[in-house]
């Protein structure tokens, strides 16, 4: 038992609901929702370290003993993923104040992001399907409002698609969920792990955990990712870095969870599914990259690569390949919210979305050059990046099992990603100017500093690879032997 | 009894399936909303559709019916009612700002 448990996905929604209430006080809820995001980022921490001493963590909402209550449970792995998330939130606010404007503040936007996080935070840290279900939804909600506020026709045009596919996508989740509650008369994670590794994973409940993937995939964009760009394009750019580091996330961390602790024992037909979408993910996303011209476009392809790249991780399964993806899962988070900022930015200086309308914007803007040059690096995996060791593990992972296929795939799709950023880099960073000194628009300071904090964020984890590494190690010790889970629940 | 609802559901999915697949987007959305109650009749019928008293401990019954289901569905209508009402407002506002209900002219993903 341990209260502190609830907190990051408590706080958000208390926040949230205050904020209502605060409407006009626009200064007020800037500060609220900030420190929201910096107290959460402190419980993640204290939480990963008691982790350390004391194995997997659970809090039995009312008193009931699992398996019949509502618990929350916190291992390294969601621990890490609740930290992260808000650290890039707070960075993402940051962006938000000095770019999102008075009528979205005024329309309950910080409120809406509160949401969102605790959305977020409750699908990492509940114990069982349904409340999943529920997390995933609150998220969904909030993300439905962000990217319609403001109303501009883009932003319904495609806000339609996106609530569209999400809604029967969360169908599918719910008919999924009732069958496995039918086959097997439970959904705690640690009940439902126990009970099919006593049954065995008959091909009943293979099929079942085949919908799962369909469900998760649609929400991670792992394959079935055409809603993805259109919809992440649309919103302000700070709702945008938020959208691309967070959300496709939390799809995967449901998968990652369903297919570790539930379905691991038929690995030859799960897996190797998986396998095959996250190939086929990084070879649509490669050519989608390149296929544009338009920044958030490729910016946002470069989100479905990522996702091919992680859910190879997941495919091999080998303890450095689930290591890799997990420091690989941190890294995008950051790097990807940085990606977003930058392009934004980029498209809020010039007014233009095209690349080659941009031209020579490092000599008015020397700062964003380089950090976009970084963030290009960091994520081709250049090794005092952060991108760098995720990928060498699971390089690693793929050649031990021997699928040399998806080592190819990995490390081609990495070249397309330097390229299609590289791209970007040369049309609108070098050549003429276009830009005169007269009507250089001066970079905001709110605009940089949110920048250079997620480059920091980038290089620190490269080089503090050291200190993080104990924390991924056990993440990934737990996610490849359920045993250590479902003892931490059901066995007390 | 549990093939009776199993059918019935399998008629509301064939008869949203066919208004999602229409063009109108008013339809589409009355398409998702008939698409999550067979989601909710599933949900029921999976638990068992048990005879029973309420499921209350501590009073004097033979057998009590399973509550989680039931709990399930209710959370669950509640989210469809909140997805539902979002997504009519949202076509409502789409069809102010864009003039047409017709998903064929909302696609695509121009250059502004």
Known sequence: ?492 | METLITILAGVLVTVATYLILSRSLIRVILGTAILSHAAHLLLMTMGGLKQGSVPLLGEDAGSYVDALPQALILTSIVISFAVTALFLVLAYRTYQETGTDNLDELRGFKDE
């Open chain 1, 1 to 492: 038992m341990n209260n502190l448990l609830v907190l990051p996905m408590v706080l958000p929604v208390l926040a949230g609901i205050i904020l209502i209430f605060l409407r006009p006080y626009v200064r007020l809820q800037r500060w609220i929702s900030f420190s929201v995001m910096i107290v959460n980022a402190i419980i993640g921490i204290i939480l990963l370290n008691q982790i350390q001493e004391q194995g997997p963590l659970r809090l039995d909402i009312g008193g009931w003993e699992p398996p019949f209550g509502i618990m929350f449970v916190a291992d390294s792995f969601s621990v890490l993923l609740v930290l992260t998330t808000s650290i890039v939130a707070s960075i993402c606010l940051l962006y938000a104040f000095s770019s999102i404007g008075k009528s979205y503040e005024n329309m309950f936007f910080y409120s809406f992001v509160n949401f969102l996080v605790a959305g977020v935070n409750g699908s990492f840290l509940t114990g069982d399907l349904f409340n999943l279900y529920v997390a995933f939804e609150v998220m969904l909600l909030a993300s439905y409002v962000l990217i319609t506020l403001g109303g501009r026709e883009v932003q319904l045009r495609e806000s339609i698609k996106y609530v569209a596919i999400n809604v029967v996508s969360s169908w599918i989740f719910l008919i999924s969920i009732a069958y496995l509650y039918g086959t097997m008369g439970t959904l705690n994670f640690a009940h439902l792990s126990s009970r099919i590794a006593e049954s065995g994973q008959t091909p009943l409940l293979t099929v079942i955990s085949i919908i799962f993937l369909t469900v998760f995939s649609l929400k991670a964009g792992l394959l079935l990712y055409y809603w993805l760009p259109g919809s992440y394009s649309a919103p302000p750019t700070a709702v945008a870095a938020l959208f691309g580091a967070l959300l496709t996330k939390v799809g995967i961390y449901a998968m990652f969870r369903m297919f570790t602790l539930i379905f691991y024992h038929e690995p030859s037909i799960t897996h190797t599914i998986i396998g095959v979408l996250a190939g086929l993910t990084l070879i649509g996303g490669s050519i989608g990259a390149i296929a544009y011209k338009d920044v958030r476009q490729i910016v946002s392809y470069n989100v479905v690569i990522a996702v091919g790249f992680i859910l190879v991780g997941l495919a091999v399964a080998t303890p450095e390949a689930i290591e890799g993806s997990i420091y690989y899962l941190v890294h995008d988070m950051v790097v990807k919210a940085l990606l977003f900022l930058l392009a934004g930015t980029m498209i809020s200086l010039t007014g233009y979305i095209r690349i080659d309308y941009m031209s020579g914007l490092i000599k008015n803007y020397p700062m964003l050059g380089w950090m976009f040059f970084i963030a290009m690096l960091s994520l081709a995996g250049v090794p005092p990046l952060s991108g760098f060791i995720g990928k060498l593990l699971i390089g690693q992972g793929t050649v031990e099992v021997g699928s040399y296929i998806l080592l190819a795939l990995v490390f081609i799709s990495s070249l397309f990603v330097l390229y299609s950023l590289l791209r970007v880099f040369l049309i609108s960073f070098w050549g003429e100017t276009i830009i005169s000194e007269e009507d250089e628009e001066p970079l905001k300071k709110g605009w940089l500093i949110p920048c250079v904090l997620l480059t920091v964020a980038t290089i620190g984890l490269g080089l503090g690879a050291e200190t993080i590494s104990v924390y991924v190690q056990d993440a990934a010790n737990t996610l490849l032997n359920p045993d250590i889970y479902i003892d931490a629940v059901l066995n007390d």
